[in-house]
């Protein structure tokens, strides 16, 4: 490898099954284009395949640059904030000064972070915080037979109808839209909104938000040219979308987006970050503890959102 053509991909393994599932993927796919950012314990616990990698320990900047046998290791530790948290700091802060390349994180333990500090509900809203653009990140899943855009993540169910104001739903769908086109090339030809509430309100029955709120702006989209359809009931969504009438599902709430999809695509699917100034892509799971050191978790999202970021970077013309 040319130190002339730094390392475009920098992945943080996270915790949990997190660091035996990145390690073994890179050991088993190769590494010639990445750089491991993370704690050091838990990357020497993955074992056989932090041996067999090779582990070399640089600065971030050489790391990037480095052209020997061996995988770069950036080591992060705990200090203000969790070691999981810096290395996702780091990286950003690179991609952020470039040069361009993209970002891939492991699962994290919101719970046990915030017991250490963290403040963010997760990655995501960390992330828009390090870029600099609070409100404006988007969470999408691809990868699978069903792609998904939420217009509210990580709160709690009774936040979820405040939380979707025209602005916000009108910036979902336009950012995730536009990104299937500019980054996967893809030519969306229906954009499903689902409603809130079941049945998508029925004309008001069940509820006014879709009359208030997620129909006046799907119906504005629409004018502009933009190839939406909404409200429509979640269900009726979901299934034109599986059956390949629809290229993407904006969905209200965390778990009216994600149950579908993980019930037909977990594994596939791929958590990619949306209106960031940085490619961040990510695992569709979580820490999994229970797995970690049997041997039974399994690395297929980590192999996906390996490829996905990979295949941003070519898209844009990095690599």
């Not at 797995?291 to 990979?310: K, N, Y």
């Amino acid at each position: 490898m040319s130190l002339h053509r730094p390392r475009t991909l920098l992945l943080t393994p996270g915790m949990g099954v997190g660091p035996e599932l990145s390690l073994r993927v890179l050991h088993e796919d190769g590494h010639h284009d990445v750089v491991l950012i993370g704690r050091r314990r838990s990357v020497e616990a993955a074992g056989a395949f932090a041996r067999a990698l090779r582990l070399v320990e640089l600065p971030l900047a050489e790391a990037r640059a480095y052209a020997g046998a061996g995988l770069p290791f950036v080591v992060t530790e705990d200090g203000e904030e969790p070691a999981e948290a810096a290395a996702v700091r780091l990286a950003a802060e690179a991609l952020l000064r470039g040069p361009p390349g993209a970002l891939v994180t492991g699962p994290i333990h919101k719970k046990r972070l915030a017991e250490r500090g963290f403040r963010f509900q997760g990655h995501t809203d960390f992330l828009a915080h390090l870029c600099g653009v609070p409100d404006e990140e988007v969470m999408a899943f691809v990868g699978g037979e069903l792609r998904v855009a939420l217009v509210t993540t990580h709160i709690p169910l009774s936040a979820v109808p405040a939380a979707i104001t025209a602005n916000r739903l009108r910036h979902v769908i336009t950012t995730a839209t536009s990104a299937l086109h500019t980054e996967l090339g893809l030519h969306p030809r229906r954009v499903l909104v689902c409603g809130l509430n079941p049945h998508a309100g029925e004309e008001g029955l069940l509820g006014r938000e879709e009359l208030d709120t997620i129909g006046p702006v799907c119906a504005a989209l629409a004018a502009e040219g933009w190839p939406v359809e909404g409200p429509v009931s979640a269900e009726t969504a979901f299934m034109e979308a599986r059956a390949g009438r629809s290229e993407l599902v904006v969905a209200m709430y965390h778990d009216q987006g994600l149950a579908p999809l993980k019930a037909v695509d977990f594994g596939r699917s791929v958590n990619w970050s949306l209106g960031l100034p940085i490619v961040r892509t990510s695992v569709d799971h979580g820490t999994a503890d229970a797995l970690v050191g049997t041997g039974r978790a399994q690395p297929h999202s980590t192999r996906a959102a390996l490829a996905l970021a990979r295949q941003i970077v070519r898209q844009r013309g990095w690599a």
